[in-house]
């Protein structure tokens, strides 16, 4: 059974950093497209960035310099570090995975998903 746990959320003040994790299990994703996607209250799912199989990265232009996607393919996990951060980053951050190696933008491209973890910034 595939699994994407997400770690690393919590209340930040603006202007400080987080680093969020996915580790997946039940099977590997090395070759595989993973993405972060984010969803504030009454909002719909966003898309946040996204790194290929083969290490390319995509933000969107909301996180573009203040956000970093990473992967780790030993440890089987993506990263997402989050500096600058802003009260509208506010929002439940997910971790996403492709049966695919290119990344996409759209959330219904993805395959699974994690449970969310809560990201809180005060101003």
């Known amino acids: 059974q595939v699994q994407l746990v997400e770690s690393g959320g919590g209340l930040v003040q603006a202007g400080g950093s987080l680093r969020l994790s996915c580790v997946a299990s039940?099977?590997?994703?090395?070759?595989?497209?993973m993405g972060w996607f984010r969803q504030a209250p009454g909002k719909e799912r966003e898309f946040l960035a996204a790194?290929?199989?083969?290490?390319?990265?995509d933000y969107a232009d909301s996180v573009k310099g203040r956000f970093t996607i990473s992967r780790d393919n030993a440890k089987n996990t993506v990263y997402l570090q989050m500096n600058s951060l802003k009260p509208e980053d506010t929002a439940v951050y997910y971790c996403a995975a492709r049966t695919y190696l290119l990344s996409s933008r759209s959330a219904n491209q993805y395959d699974y998903w994690g449970q969310g973890t809560q990201v809180t910034v005060s101003s």
């Open positions: 790194i290929s199989g083969g290490g390319s990265t």
């Open positions: 039940g099977r590997t994703f090395n070759t595989n497209a």
